[in-house]
């Protein structure tokens, strides 16, 4: 399969512990994207990188939020303290820079804290 | 005001309906626009782009006025098989940001035998 692939589908914490997520794009793709899905609502936008850099993070990220991406393949999302407000789904897609172009998603990351 | 608003939905019709969703966006900045489609716990899938001349893909139809900041979709003869959640998408370019892809809530439609 040579889609987005995210890891692990599901993750079940207590309240406090440490997250990390990672997520491998397509191979030939130079932008990365994570956000963060809640129930009736969309994606709300968390970071992006293109390459190894991360241009842009949301100013609504807590600091407890951290992304990296140090060879411009795979990424890893790490979310520090967990609370139960962080509960939802973690999706990463990718695509090619460029203004028309489609971004691919993997299947997602759902996070309960409890 | 949120970047990108649609209509919330749930839209519930008939099969054969025509359906249409709306969608602003409040950033001016924004270069490129898409409808995805997100069926129940799955991921988004781009259904098609939009462009300013308006664009057509079998029953599905875009449009797009950047002078009033307005996307909208509209679904001929609709299937069963359409029921998803629609999103409008935008992507911008400056204004301090370069590339990123903003979601709207998305709109729900239910299409019924």
């Known amino acids: 399969d040579t889609g987005v692939s995210q890891d692990p589908r599901h993750k079940i914490t207590k309240r406090g512990q440490n997250v990390t997520f990672r997520c491998d794009p397509i191979?030939?793709?130079?932008?990365l994207y994570w956000y963060r899905q809640t129930l009736g609502q969309g994606p709300e936008f968390l970071t992006y990188?293109?390459?190894?850099?991360?241009?842009?993070k949301s100013r609504l990220l807590s600091d407890r939020f951290s992304a990296e991406r140090p060879k411009g393949s795979f990424s890893t999302l790490e979310i520090q303290r967990t609370e139960q407000g962080d509960s939802a789904m973690y999706l990463c897609?990718?695509?090619?820079?460029?203004?028309?172009?489609?971004?691919?998603f993997g299947q997602g990351t759902r996070l309960t804290v409890v | 005001r949120k970047e990108v608003e649609q209509d919330p939905g749930p839209f519930n019709v008939p099969e054969g309906a025509t359906v249409a969703f709306n969608c602003t966006y409040s950033?001016?900045?924004?270069?490129?626009f898409f409808w995805y489609r997100q069926d129940c716990r799955k991921e988004p899938k781009l259904l098609m782009s939009?462009?300013?001349s308006g664009n057509e893909d079998g029953r599905f139809t875009a449009q797009l006025n950047r002078a009033s900041q307005y996307i909208s979709l509209l679904i001929r003869d609709s299937k069963l098989s359409d029921s998803a959640t629609y999103l409008c998408?935008?992507?911008?370019f400056g204004g301090g940001s370069q590339g990123n892809l903003i979601f709207g809530k998305g709109t729900k439609l239910s299409v019924k035998p």
């Open positions: 939009v462009y300013s």
């Open positions: 191979s030939e793709h130079n932008r």
């Open positions: 990188f293109q390459n190894e850099a991360q241009l842009e």
């Open positions: 897609a990718s695509s090619w820079s460029g203004e028309d172009t489609e971004a691919f």
């Open positions: 998408v935008v992507n911008l």
């Open positions: 950033n001016s900045a924004s270069q490129s």
